[in-house]
């Protein structure tokens, strides 16, 4: 992974390709001898990559997914931008998919959103998705400013698969879901997408700076979220794929980048109807984290200044690490009782 000590960008921020001179006067207006001006380009929040056709018009939305034998197959990950996987009770685990760039018709299987969705779509604005929800967590979630598209709540776009029972049979057309929402307003990146200017140049080290550890190498890993749940991960083709997951053959998500984040988990405060404590992962403040890509795994610091806030990265020293653009699965981890495996 090429390794870049920079500023964090700001996200959806127009990169020019052409820089201003160095001595800080405004770069001059290009004349016909010269070429073509600069073109402006838009850039992904969730990918880091450039928007071509400008941005979508519709808002991030963040699809809750079954991640369990019974909602097998999952639909849908192979068009998503990012996806996220996070701690649910009984100590299994559930995705949350967001889409931005492509809206899917056929998404699924829905379940039902968590309180930690807060900090999970927070960042971008993201309008969740979900079949339904605890009283409790529902009214969190909105609370905090979020929009839920819910078929409890009678959003549009759900439909059964004849395939299977409920509550793994809910799907969404994310077509029809766009047509009744509104855009929001991304603030920032998801994560500090490393800059792809050709005029962009490394920041240096301060003398003082300590060089960053050297990354370990693997092109396996496991991740361990309880005693019942953990995810094996396979480098192939550059890409990380999980090899014990549950999409659709071949439309599978995969990763340009794997990052495990290790987060405290507390109680939400109630029970599912079997009766299992409902855990809340506290997506903000900082710990620690482990960056897949390639086959080089490096160790940081991670840190969200609150709910709604961006996930930055550190080195040791304190010089920000950042992501190169691409696709990204992010893995949040119990703290302490979460683990991971190289191979």
Known sequence: M????????????????????????????????????????????????????????????????????????????????????????GGLTRLAAFFYSNLPDKVGHVRSLRTSDIGIAGPVGGQIVASGGATRAYNEVTRAGITVFSEDAGSPGFSSDPLKVRPYNRLINLKTVAKQARPTTITGPYLPWTPTSPDATPAAPSDSAATPAAPKRATRASVRFSSSTSTAWALEDKKWVRTNGHAQSGTDFEADTMIVLFCKVGDAGYTDPAGNPVPETVFEGKGEAQVFHGDEVTTVAWHKSGLDKSVTFTHEDGTPYTIDPGHVFLELVPQGAGSVTLG
């Open 2 to 89: 090429t390794l870049r000590l920079l500023a964090t960008m700001s996200a959806v921020a127009l990169t020019l390709t052409a820089c201003s001179s160095s001595d800080g006067a405004a770069a001059k207006t290009p004349d016909a001898t010269e070429g073509r001006s600069a073109e402006l380009v838009q850039i992904s929040p969730l990918t880091g990559k450039a928007l071509r056709d400008g941005s979508p018009g519709n808002p991030v939305f963040v699809v809750k997914i079954e991640n369990t034998d019974g909602g097998a197959p999952q639909y849908g990950l192979d068009k998503a931008d990012l996806v996220l996987e996070e701690l649910v009770e």
